[in-house]
């Protein structure tokens, strides 16, 4: 027992007291799940309007919400060392079941993402979310910093790898955010802004490259993203019907279950891709900013608690998890607005479905297990 | 060999710093740019995107307005509507069209010939929307439907307003019809305006009142969803949505006489020809017939291909309306307004004597024109010549007139062109003139107008052609001694709510001038002659009113100049045209018609008969007697 127990003061006082060593013992950071329990509790109440009044999508959110808070709470009770320690091995049996998946895809033809166990479903996808920052933090862990060419050479391999795989499933929208969580990883360890730039010019290069492998319809997002009047009725669709829903909700929205474009099905996947858009348009910008003040408040919580960190795995991997849950945002927010072209990118703990709930808030659960054991690292 | 790095734990927690310092400058900057996104979406465009969100969700569904009626003079209906079981379909929720189609056939509840059309519109409609493709159904049809009912997924029968003529064929060619809106009307409509109908009058008072019968479209605002299926209710909310109530047609009540209109069908019954009455006070038209004719129904339910061509095939033109657009040789009945020139410009003297030998022969020329069925008339003064329509006379009346001062004559009776009749489409008919020579042929040799021409103008063969409807205005400008009346068939509009009248006044054509009270007198105590002791005595005999005629016979087949026609050697469609023109009572006119029979010969023997009968039903009470003047 690390505090004393409070036994003067108000009955508050005595409460709060008492809930702070409730949280220690969880080993669990207050601020940082409040944010995370508004936004959720935010989305459950958006998404019984997006999904048109079905309390059965909303109870199965609630379900992975707990899901995902159960394993938040394991995760953060485990010990960081065990978790850096057993990160090779996860990265290996991510990849290898990202092998199995594309082979059964490649069986059973067509896009293949998930691997069915009977009893539930699993996106190995997912599991690299984590794995991929985790396994660059590992490697960069004892080795001095900013890192050299040949840590940059190997650690590029350690991310293509996985992403490659998940790419070719094909599920650019992920292979994307993999990428982005682990090249996070090497920013946030110091990589020189010369390498950046040059990286950038290979970027380029492999966005050219990229193009002549892409299936049709990627090819369609990304030029209806550039132009999305050209085909009002095809591709453009998603993003024109999103904007007319975010830009008549105006101010103060229509009011919860009063959007009609929501409601009457003009705006495409409304509770899950473009759930943004619901919020749009029935809470108005004031509901909008509200969000996005949610969001920045974890945001920054979970930086802050990054930089508390006394090590190099346990800052490289909570700097790229906070870092990374604002580019979930940032994207889902951009493809929505049309600022960014759309790529499947769900609204993190509001969108409807898949197992991202449960990835997200087991990535909190490891950030929160790092802080919190942090003076026991090093020391 | 390399320097070998170490570890420096302060220094990478500082690099580490500063770069979660320029990572959340960076997502500041990102978040600024999304909220600034956000209102110029939400703030500066609000009002765009509304109104783009408003016309997402909600659609006018337009609400048909009932189509005006049409009634006869005494408020019998001539065309109503009805409602009508149609057979629609929803094509989306149809799974198999095509075996859906082909088992219609089965159950003869479409035809076969009207598949593939159907598929068609079928495949240029939307999804969603209720496409008609049987229309009229009978109650026999419903129920052969309504039974088997389950068989058929996205398969309803509705009711919708249609148009009906419960007299069928009866005055058809006064009526018009409405039919499909065609491509060609579609250029001239406001498209708006005939959303919800697919109707629009075709051709006579249906036509050219089309505007006062087809009212207005209401609206009905549906929501809608993103597949445009109406839904009721938005989300949780049912919004406010507008009607506007259709304001419904006009009713039409016509000039005609149903009564006298049946009485001069069934007078005509079985012969091809057209019959004209019109007041001559103010240019009502009583009745107007032109047979054969159709049932304008066929063409509101949707006419077949087949239907259509059996029409258009007719060796009788059922089609066509000879009242209007049928052009003849005026025959004889043009020889009251030759006397009057010839007393206009006093070429003649009423009281001398000619003498008819069946023969003319014309001064200067070796040709010689023939008395009709070469009859001898003898001594014949003007009330004689046109009492017993002596060609011989007229021949010599025309010929010292000659064609210009004929020409210049006649124009004002509405000779050469049309009367002005409130329906479209009738032909002027030609008028001769040494001009309209000129004009009409091409070859020099054509252009001269010979003397022998004008000789045969003067009883109204040759060049020379009018309508029926031309021939009965004539006959009832001689009525009136010269008032001219533009012909109408709708005398009133009804108001549908209010049932308030509002007369149409007659519109006056203007007044022919410049001839003698006691010329008049002389040319219609002459035609009272023609149904008294002249041609048509047979017809006017025993009558309750006495009345002025004149018969007319015209040529179809120019008989050559030492041949006689025969008309029972001469197939039944070269015989000639039958003529009469005639107004009653004489002195006082309420009506003036002209009949026409064609290929009914004289005019005596078809056309003068009928013409009784019509003017027996419009003037004489049930009692037999003429009925007071109201």
């Keep these: 027992m690390m505090y004393e127990e409070v036994t003067s003061g108000s009955r508050t006082r005595r409460t709060l007291s008492g809930a702070a060593s409730v949280l220690f013992e969880l080993k669990i950071d207050g601020p940082l799940v409040v944010g995370l329990a508004l936004i959720a509790a935010f989305g459950l109440v958006v998404l019984y309007s997006a999904s048109g009044q079905s309390t059965a999508t909303v109870v199965r959110t609630a379900l992975r919400l707990l899901l995902g808070t159960i394993a938040m709470l394991l995760l953060a009770r485990v010990n960081p060392n065990f978790l850096r320690r057993s990160t090779p091995w996860m990265y290996a049996l991510g990849c290898l079941l990202l092998l199995i998946v594309v082979a059964i895809g490649h069986v059973g033809m067509g896009a293949q993402r998930w691997l069915n166990f009977g009893l539930f479903r699993f996106q190995p996808s997912e599991l690299m979310k984590l794995a991929v920052p985790m396994m660059c933090a590992w490697y960069l862990h004892e080795r001095p910093l900013p890192p050299g060419w040949t840590s940059l050479a190997l650690l590029s391999v350690l991310i293509l790898l996985p992403v490659g795989l998940v790419a070719i499933q094909p599920d650019l929208g992920t292979a994307a955010l993999i990428a982005i969580a682990g090249t996070l990883v090497i920013i946030l360890a110091g990589l020189r802004a010369r390498v950046m730039v040059a990286f950038v010019a290979l970027a380029a290069v492999g966005a050219w490259f990229g193009w002549s492998f892409m299936h049709d319809y990627q090819r369609k997002r990304v030029l209806m993203f550039l132009n999305p009047q050209a085909d009002p009725l095809g591709a453009g669709y998603h993003i024109i019907q999103s904007q007319i829903a975010i830009g008549s909700g105006g101010v103060f929205g229509k009011g919860w279950m009063n959007g009609s474009q929501a409601q009457l099905e003009f705006l495409p996947e409304r509770s899950t891709d473009f759930i943004f858009a619901v919020i749009g348009e029935e809470f108005g910008l004031l509901g909008l900013l509200l969000l996005l003040l949610l969001y920045m408040f974890v945001v920054g919580r979970a930086i802050y608690l990054a930089t508390q960190t006394q090590d190099t795995f346990a800052r490289l991997l909570a700097g790229s998890l906070a870092l990374t849950f604002f580019v979930y945002v940032f994207i889902n927010a951009g493809m929505v607005t049309g600022l960014l072209p759309v790529v499947g990118v769900p609204l993190p703990l509001v969108s409807y479905g898949g197992s991202s709930v449960v990835t997200l808030l087991a990535g909190f659960g490891i950030l929160m297990a790092l802080y919190s054991r942090r003076k026991l690292i090093g020391s | ?630």
């Design chain 2, 1 to 630: 060999m390399p320097a070998v790095r170490i570890k420096d734990h302060w220094r990478e927690q500082r690099l580490f710093d500063q770069r979660s310092v320029v990572c959340a400058a960076i997502m500041a900057v990102a978040t600024v740019g999304l909220i600034v996104r956000l209102f110029v979406l939400q703030v500066a465009r609000h009002e765009y995107y509304a109104e783009l969100s408003q016309g997402n969700r909600v659609r006018n569904e337009p609400i048909p307005a009932a189509r005006g009626l049409i009634l006869d003079r005494h408020g019998e209906v001539i065309a109503g509507n009805q409602p009508a079981y149609q057979l629609e379909l929803v094509p989306e929720e149809v799974p198999e069209m095509h075996q859906t189609l082909t088992r219609l056939v089965q159950l003869d509840l479409i035809r076969a010939e009207d598949v593939d059309e159907l598929e068609r519109t079928i495949d240029s409609s939307r999804r969603f929307d209720s496409v008609p493709i049987r229309l009229r159904m009978s109650d026999e049809d419903v129920a052969r439907f309504a039974v088997r009912r389950f068989e058929f997924p996205g398969l309803d029968i509705k009711t919708r307003q249609t148009r009906w003529y419960p007299n069928a064929e009866l005055a058809v060619h006064a009526l018009g019809y409405v039919g499909a809106i065609s491509e060609q009307d579609l250029k001239h409509i406001d498209r708006a305006a005939y959303a919800g109908t697919s109707l629009i009058g075709k051709l006579g008072v249906e036509s050219a009142y089309e505007h006062e019968l087809h009212g207005s479209n209401g609206f009905r605002e549906v929501l809608v969803n993103a597949s445009g299926r109406s839904v009721e209710r938005q989300g949780a909310f049912v919004p406010n949505l507008r009607t506007r109530a259709p304001g419904a047609g006009e009713d039409l009540l016509l000039s005609i006489d149903l009564k006298v209109q049946r009485t001069a069908e069934a007078a005509l019954a079985g012969h091809r020809g057209a019959v004209v009455a019109l007041d001559p006070n103010n240019g009502d038209v009583i009745a107007l017939v032109s047979l054969p004719g159709f049932d304008p129904t066929m063409f509101g339910r949707g006419i077949t291909a087949s239907e259509y061509g059996v029409l258009q095939s007719d060796i009788d033109h059922p089609l066509f309306n000879r009242a209007l657009r049928g052009t003849y040789p005026p025959g004889s009945t043009v020889k009251p307004v030759i006397a009057l020139a010839g007393l206009t410009y006093h070429v003649v003297d009423p009281q001398a004597h000619r003498y008819c030998a069946g023969a003319f022969h014309l001064p200067g020329s070796s040709r010689v024109f023939h008395e009709y069925h070469n009859e001898h008339h003898g001594s014949v003064d003007l009330d004689d010549a046109i009492a017993r329509s002596c060609d011989i006379y007229f021949y010599g009346l025309a010929d010292v007139l000659g064609v210009d001062r004929i020409a210049t004559f006649m124009a004002p009776f509405g000779f050469g062109s049309g009367t002005g009749i409130d329906i479209s489409g009738e032909k002027p008919g030609i008028l001769p003139s040494r001009q309209w020579k000129a004009k009409a042929f091409s070859r020099p040799a054509d252009q001269v107008w010979f003397p022998g021409e004008t000789v045969n103008f003067g009883i109204g063969q040759g060049y020379l052609t009018v309508t029926p409807l031309q021939l009965a205005h004539y006959a009832s400008i001689i009525a009136t001694r010269g008032k001219i009346w533009r012909p109408r068939l709708v005398a009133a509009y009804r108001d549908p709510r209010s049932g308030q009248i509002r007369r149409v006044p007659a519109v006056s054509g203007g007044e022919v001038t410049g001839i003698a009270p006691e010329d008049w007198q002389r040319v219609v105590h002459g035609m009272i002659g023609v149904t008294t002791r002249g041609t048509a005595a047979a017809s006017g005999a025993h009558a309750a009113y006495t009345f002025a005629g004149k018969t007319g016979t015209a040529q179809v087949f120019s008989v050559a100049q030492n041949e006689k026609y025969n008309a029972k050697l001469i197939s039944e469609r070269l015989r000639d045209h039958s003529w009469f023109i005639a107004f009653a009572p004489a002195d006082e006119p309420r009506i003036a018609l002209a009949v026409l029979q064609e290929n009914g010969g004289a005019g005596a023997s078809a056309a003068a008969p009928i013409a009784r009968k019509v003017l027996d039903a419009y003037l004489l009470g049930a009692d037999g007697k003429l009925k007071p003047q109201t």
